[in-house]
């Protein structure tokens, strides 16, 4: 998925992305500045893993910031729709070599849901998903060797 394009994305993803980002704005950049603050009173700034820990955790939490206001700021909605192939918010209904089945949840990694198998269309298993139909087998490399998955089933994910 290209910056240009936008993130898709659940309501459900939006809104936990946006509950994070309002978390750390606030809540958390408090508390990182409260640790380096106690870390600071302790004393030479220079042999104080203390501090060194906390500015780290503040420079990742700073990053991790203004990476969710991007996404949330170029965020498209995951439009699902019926559909014969599988697309990006499908839900693909899988059987691997060994006879075991499984679903997966085609859709970029930020709309990783519970308990559900999530295949981003940028990896090798959701690139190759993506325009199957059911009875079709897929195949992809990995770094563990080749995979085949036959597609028994394909519907909308609903939240």
Same mark, same amino acid.
């Given at each position: 998925?290209? *910056? ?6 659940? &309501? ?5 992305? #946006?509950?994070? =980002?309002? +978390?750390?704005?606030?809540? !958390?950049?408090?508390?990182?500045? @409260?640790?380096? @603050? *106690?870390? #600071?009173? +302790? ?5 104080? @893993? ?13 990053? #991790?910031?203004?990476?969710?206001? +991007? ?9 699902? *729709? ?20 499984? *679903? =997966? ?15 981003? &269309?940028?990896?090798?298993? !959701?690139?190759?998903?993506?325009? @199957?139909?059911? !009875? ?6 990995? &770094? !563990?060797?080749? =995979?085949?998955? +036959? ?5 909308? =994910?609903?939240?």
């Amino acid at each position: 998925m290209s *910056e240009i394009e936008g993130t898709l994305l659940t &309501p459900e993803a939006l809104e936990k992305l #946006r509950g994070e =980002f309002d +978390h750390l704005t606030t809540t !958390g950049r408090d508390e990182v500045v @409260a640790r380096i @603050a *106690e870390a #600071r009173a +302790h004393g030479d700034l220079k042999e104080n @893993a203390e501090y060194d820990t906390a500015k780290n955790d503040q420079g990742l939490m700073e990053a #991790r910031i203004r990476w969710l206001k +991007h996404t949330i700021d170029n965020a498209r909605e995951l439009e699902v *729709e019926e559909s014969d192939v599988i697309t990006v918010g499908s839900v693909a209904t899988v059987i691997d070599d060994d006879g075991d089945e499984m *679903e =997966f949840f085609i859709a970029p990694s930020e709309n990783k849901v519970p308990g559900m198998l999530l295949a981003s &269309p940028d990896s090798p298993l !959701g690139a190759a998903l993506l325009g @199957a139909k059911p !009875g079709d087998d897929v195949h992809y490399e990995a &770094p !563990g060797g080749t =995979f085949t998955y +036959h597609v028994k089933a394909i519907r909308p =994910f609903e939240a």
